[in-house]
């Protein structure tokens, strides 16, 4: 199942740090807008999980934690 949200140039633009899972992720985005390169964090989790997976979202407050402090 894909995104809701289609990412667009406009949407990396307004983005301060878009975070993603994997390294490709990070590369579909710089497709749209090359300034993606310098505000993209790669988390390094596979994405492999279904949406609301328990482990995907321990695994994500975790990673994320180190970014923006204590994720709820």
Do not use: C
Request: hydrophobic residues 40%; proline residues 1%.
């Amino acid at each position: 199942m894909g995104a809701r949200t289609v990412v667009s140039k406009e949407l990396i633009g307004w983005a301060d740090m878009i975070f993603v899972m994997e390294e490709h992720h990070k590369e579909a985005l710089i497709r749209i807008d090359q300034n993606a390169e310098a505000k993209t964090i790669v988390l390094g989790v596979d994405d492999h999980y279904l949406k609301g997976d328990p482990e995907l979202t321990r695994i994500l407050k975790e990673k994320l934690s180190e970014y923006l402090g204590t994720v709820q």
